[in-house]
C-alpha cells in the first residue's frame, strides 16, 4: 500500500460521539473502547475535549498512558487557554495531536464570533501557530466548512498551513452538503490551495440528512486522505459518520483503491462494547452492524443464500467479527465459555470480576435458557453499576384485570433500608409512584422507550428512560427479564445521576 492509497482512520466516539446527552462515560469505560480502538487498528483517537471539564481532562491523561499506538488527540477552540490545556493532558501520549479550529461560515462568524472574515482568519492562524509551540502534529478544523465559501475556505486553509497545520479538517457540521457538493469543496481545495499536498485532508461528516457516509466517500474519492468517524455512528443529533461503514466500503469496493489499518474482524465487538457502555442500542437495520444486517428472511433471498452466499451477501459476517456458531451460550456454559465470549465483546473481566458476572449469567440463563450477546454486555454493564447510591433491594406488583395495580418496594439508600407501597395506573405507574414516596424530589418522566424483545416472551427487555430533575433532563437504563423490574431500574438509575 503506499501513501497516497492510505487512508488515516481519526476516531471520535470518545469525543464527538460522547457528547450525546445521556451517554457519556467514565473515565475507566472510556480506557476500555480506547484499548478496543487500539486492537481495531485506527490510527487516531481524539479523546477529549481536556477544556470542557476535569473529567475529560482526566479521560486524555488517562487514555494517553493507556494507549502504545494510535496518535491521542485532544480538541480546542482557537483560545489559547484552551491549547494550554490540552498540551497539558496529552503530556503522556506517546505521540500527540492537537485539534484546534474556528467556525468560518458566515452564519458562524457574524453570529456566534460577532465578528468578520479577515479577524477569523488571524484567530486561526494564530491558535496553530501557537499549538505548534506544544507539539509537531497540528489539525485545525474549520468549523461549518459544509457551508463555507470555497474560496475563503481556501484561503484560510492556506494560511493555516503556512502556520503549521499538518491536517487540515474540513467538517459539514450541520450534515448539509450533498456528495457531489462535498466532494467538489475537497477538490476545490486540491487545486487550489498551495502546499495542500504537503498536508492531510480530514472529512468530518455529520448525518442530519442521512449523508455523512455519502460525504465522507465523496471526500475520499477526490482527495481526502484522512476521515473522522465514530463506531456505530454515534454522536450528537443524527451522529457521524460510522467507521464500519467506511471500513466495509473501503473493503467491499477496491476498486477505489484506498486502504485502512482496520482490523475488521473487530468490528462487531467494539460496536457491541461501545453500544453496551453508553446504552445506547444499534438500531436492526443499521449499515454493517445492525441486527438484521445479515439476516435474510425472504424464502427467494434464503433459498439463494444457502446455495451460495454470494448471491445476496456481499460481505461475510466473518469478516466484521460476527461469528454466527458461538452467540449463545447456555445454563451448561462454563466460566471458560463465558470467559471468551466476553472477549470477543471486548470486555476483559479480572477473576472476581468474572466470578460475579458468572453467577449472573447463571441466574440468567435459568430464566431464559439462551443467553446471547446483548445479555452478556448487560450483564457486564449490570456490574457497572454496583456502586450506585441508590439500589433496589426488592419489588413486588400486583396487577391484571379487575384490580387496581399496586407495588411495594424496599431500596438501599448509602446503606439505609426504606420500603414503600402505591398504587398506580398501571404496575410501572405503581412502582415508580412508591419509589417517589421514598425519594422525595421533584421529578418529572420524560421519556420511557421499551426496546423490541427479539428472542421470545423469555427474552431480556431494555428500558430507557428520561427523567427531568430541577431544569435538567437525565438518562437511565434498566435490564431485566421482568419488565416492570427493568422500568425501575431505569427510573432509579436516572436518579443515581442527580
Ligand atoms: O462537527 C464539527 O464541526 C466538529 C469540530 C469541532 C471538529 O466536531
Ligand atoms: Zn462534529
Known sequence: MS?????YIFDTTLRDGEQVPGCQLNTVEKIQVAKALE?????????????????????????????????????????EKDIDVAAEALRFAKSKRIHTGIGTSDQHIRYKFNSNREEI?????????????????VEFYAEDAGRTDNEYLARIVEAVIKAGAT??????????????????????????????????ISTHCHNDLGMATANTMAGLINGARQCEVTINGVGERAGNTALEEIAMILRCHKSIGLQTNINTRKIYPISRTVSSLMNMPVQA????????????????????????MSTYEIMNPADIGLDGNSIVLTARSGRAALRSRLEALGVKPEDAALDQLYKAFLKLADQKKEVNDDDLLVLAGAER?????????????????????????????????????????????AAINAL?????????????????????????????????HEGKVYYGFGANTDIVVASLEAY?????KF
Not at 3 to 7: A, I, S
Not at 184 to 193: D, G, S
Not at 397 to 425: L, M, Q, R, Y
Open 492 to 496: 432509579i438509575d436516572c436518579i443515581n
Open 3 to 7: 501513501d497516497k492509497d492510505r487512508v
Open 285 to 308: 437495520n443499521k449499515a454493517v452492524v445492525g441486527r438484521n444486517a445479515f439476516a435474510h428472511s425472504s424464502g427467494i433471498h434464503q433459498d439463494g443464500v444457502l446455495k451460495d
Open 39 to 79: 486492537e481495531l487498528g485506527v490510527d487516531v483517537i481524539e479523546a477529549g475535549f481536556p477544556i470542557s471539564s476535569p473529567g475529560d481532562f482526566n479521560s486524555v491523561v488517562e487514555i494517553s498512558k493507556a494507549v502504545t499506538w494510535p496518535r491521542i488527540c485532544a480538541l480546542t477552540r482557537a483560545v
Open 121 to 137: 482568519l488571524e484567530r486561526a492562524v494564530k491558535a496553530v501557530r501557537y499549538a505548534r509551540k506544544y507539539v509537531d502534529d
Open 436 to 468: 417517589k414516596n421514598i425519594v422525595h424530589r421533584k421529578m418529572t418522566l420524560k421519556e420511557f422507550t421499551i426496546q423490541n424483545i427479539t428472542k421470545g416472551s423469555n427474552d431480556v427487555g431494555k428500558v430507557h428512560m428520561q427523567v427531568e
Open 385 to 429: 453499576s454496583e456502586n450506585h447510591h441508590i439500589k433496589l433491594d426488592f419489588l413486588q406488583v400486583t396487577s391484571g384485570v379487575g384490580v387496581k395495580p399496586i407495588a411495594s418496594i424496599g431500596v438501599d439508600i448509602a446503606g439505609e433500608k426504606f420500603e414503600s407501597a402505591a398504587v398506580g395506573n398501571g404496575p410501572v405507574d
Open 167 to 200: 491536517v487540515v479538517n474540513i467538517p459539514d457540521t450541520t450534515g448539509y452538503c450533498l456528495p457531489e457538493e462535498y466532494g467538489a469543496k475537497i477538490r476545490y481545495l486540491v487545486e487550489n490551495v498551495d502546499g495542500i499536498d504537503d498536508v492531510i
